[in-house]
C-alpha cells in the first residue's frame, strides 16, 4: 500500500481504516491487540518517511507490527492472523520481505540495527536502519549493550521508543514540552553541531569544560540525559498518535545520518476505548465481543497455570523463606497472585530473565528457596545464568516452566519444546514433570525439600483429567501406572503421559504405561527391570526429540548393555514449530492418537 503520496487528511483517514481492520479481526480470531492498536500512527509514519523497499524495518518483539502487515499488501491475507497455515503474528522474512528479520523475544531490535547499519558501511549503501520499540523492552540488558556501542560507532539509525506504559523520565510541564520540540528543531540540531565543532577547533580546554557544562545543564531539564551521554541524539518526547508531528520529526532524526533516539508517547489500545490504558489483559488477547469487550471462553477447566499459582501460594503461606520472580509475565505465569499477597517475598522483574535467575540465585545462597516462574521459551534467555550462577554452586533454584510443549498461535519463537534438550546436560540439574493437577501440586511440595537445582515443566492451558492416583515423587522414580499383557511399555514424560494413555485405550491390545517423571536422574532400575519383561518400547513427550526423553533413555541401555529393546520416539523432530491451533499442528506432525496408534506397530 502506497502511503507517500497520501496527504495528512488521507493518512489519519488511512490510521482509522487500519485500527477497523485490526478490531474486526483478532476480536474474531484473537491476537496481540492494545500494543499493536498504540502504534498504528507510528508505523504509517515509518512507511511514509523511509523506504520499506531498502531501509530495514525491524520491530522489536514485533508484537506492534499489525499495522505494518497491512501496509505491506497483506491486508486481505491479515483475516488468517495466527491461524494454521496463515500469517504469523510476528514480523517473518520468509512471509513478506518488508519483514527484515523474526522476532518473537523482546529485546533484540537495537542489535539488529547496529549490524544492519554496518553492513550498510561495507557495503556502501545509503540505507537507514529504522527501529520501534517499547518502552518495556527497554528494561533488558541487551538493549545497553547495543546502545553503546552504537554510540560510540556513530552509525545513521533511527529508534523509535514508543513509550505506552512509562516515561523514561517524566517531562516537566509546559516548559520541557516547549524544549522537546526546540531539540527537535532543525535550527537546533544545526546549531548543536556548529557550535561542537567550534569548540572543538577553536576554543581552549577550560572553555570547552564550561561549554559542556552549560549543555549539560539545558539538557538536564529534559527527558534524554540518558541517551545523550551514551552518545545517542534524543527527540521528544512527541504525540506518537499526531501523524504530522511524528513524520516532521522522523524526517529531522532521518536527515542527521547519525544515531537518533525518538520518543513518542502513546496509548495501548488506541482507538478501542475498552482497552485504553493500561489494562495487561488486553495485551495478547482470544475472540471478544466488540460491543463490550466480553472474552468468549472456549474452556472452563481450570489451566495448568492456576493450579500452579494456588499451589505456590500455599507453600509460600507454608513456608516464609519461599521467594520467587517472573519476567514481566505476572498474570500469565499466575505470580501476580503471590505479588498481591506477598510483595515483599515475590517480584516481577520486568523483561530481564538473566537478571531473575541470578538474583535468586543468590536469594539461595542467603537460605530462601527460589521459585523462577517463567515460559519455556523465555527461560532460554537465561542459559548462561542457569548453569554460571545456579548449577556451578549447586544451589536450590526451582525453575518452574509454564508453556511446557506447542504453545500454538505464537508459533516458533514461543514454543516450549527446548528446555529438556538444553538443561539435561547440565551437572546437578534434576528434571522431573507433573502428569496432571494433582501430581502438579506435589512437584511444588517436592521441589521444596531439594538441596540442588531442579526444572518442572507444564503444558499451556489444561491437563487431561486422568484416572489413576496422584502420588507423592522421589527423587529419581518413575511411577509404573499400568502393567501389559503384550511386550510393548509406552513410556510417558510429563503431559505425554496422557498421550500414552489416550493412544494406548485406541489400540488392540493391553500395553503396559511407565510415567517416567523424571528425565534426570533417570529410574535406572525400573528401566532396567521392564526391559526384562517389556522389548518394546515407545516415548511420548512433547519436546524435540534430539537430546530429549528418548536419548536419554537411550543413553542409559547402552550404558547398561540392553541390546534386546526396540525403542521408538514420538517426540518432535529436528525442526522449528510453526504457529496455529495446536490441533492442527500435531495433526500436521503427525503425532495425534488416532494417528500414532497406526504407527505403534510399524
Known sequence: MQVKEKSLKE?????????????????????????????????????????IEKDPFIFDVSHQCYAHKLLTNRWEEFETIRQFGGLSGFTKPNEHKADYFVAGHSSTSISLAVGAAKAAKLKKENRIPVVMIGDGSMSAGMIYEALNELGDLKLPVVIILNDNEMSIAKPIGAISKYLSKLLAGKFYQSFKTSVDKFIRNNMPEGTTYLAKRVENSFKLITPG????????????????????????????????????????????????????????????????????????????????????????????????????????????????????????????VAIAEQHAVTSMAAMAKEGFKPFITIYSTFLQRGFDQIIHDVCIMNLPVVFAMDRAGIVGNDGETHQGVFDINFLRFIPNMILFAPRDNFTLEFALEFAYTLSSPCAIRYPRGSFKELEYKANEFSLGKAELLKEGTSNKLFIGYGAG??????????????????????????????????????????????????????????????????????????EYEDSFIDHGDTVQVEELLQLLPSQLVKLIDK
Open 225 to 348: 540525559i540518558l541517551f545523550e551521554e551514551m552518545g545517542i541524539d534524543y527527540i521528544g518526547p512527541i504525540d506518537g498518535h499526531d501523524i504530522e508531528e511524528i513524520i516532521e520529526v522522523l524526517q529531522i532524526a532521518k536527515s542527521m545520518n547519525k544515531p537518533v533516539i525518538v520518543h513518542a508517547k502513546t496509548v495501548k489500545g488506541k482507538g478501542y476505548k475498552i482497552a485504553e490504558g493500561q489494562h495487561e489483559q488486553w495485551h495478547g488477547v482470544g475472540p471478544f465481543n466488540i460491543e463490550d469487550g466480553e472474552f468468549i471462553k472456549k474452556n472452563t477447566k481450570k489451566s495448568a497455570t492456576e493450579v500452579y499459582s494456588y499451589a505456590l501460594l500455599n507453600l509460600a503461606k507454608k513456608y516464609e523463606n519461599v521467594v520467587g520472580v517472573t519476567a514481566a509475565m505476572p498474570s500469565g505465569t499466575g505470580i501476580d497472585r503471590l505479588i498481591k499477597e506477598f510483595p515483599n517475598r515475590f517480584w516481577d
Open 11 to 51: 493518512l489519519n483517514e488511512l490510521s482509522n481504516k487500519i485500527r477497523e481492520r485490526i478490531i474486526d479481526v483478532v476480536s474474531r480470531k484473537g491476537g496481540h491487540f492494545s500494543s499493536t492498536l498504540g502504534a498504528v500512527e507510528l508505523t504509517i509514519a515509518m512507511h511514509y518517511v523511509f523506504d
Open 497 to 570: 503421559v496422557s498421550k500414552a494413555i489416550e493412544v494406548e485405550k485406541l489400540h488392540n491390545e493391553d500395553i503396559a504405561i511407565l510415567d517416567l517423571r523424571f528425565v534426570k536422574p533417570l529410574d535406572s532400575d525400573t528401566l532396567i527391570n521392564l526391559s526384562k519383561k517389556y522389548n518394546s518400547w515407545y516415548i511420548f513427550s512433547d519436546s524435540i526429540k534430539q537430546g530429549g526423553v528418548a536419548s536419554a533413555i537411550l543413553e542409559l541401555l547402552s550404558e547398561k548393555n540392553i541390546t534386546n529393546i526396540y525403542l521408538k520416539s514420538f
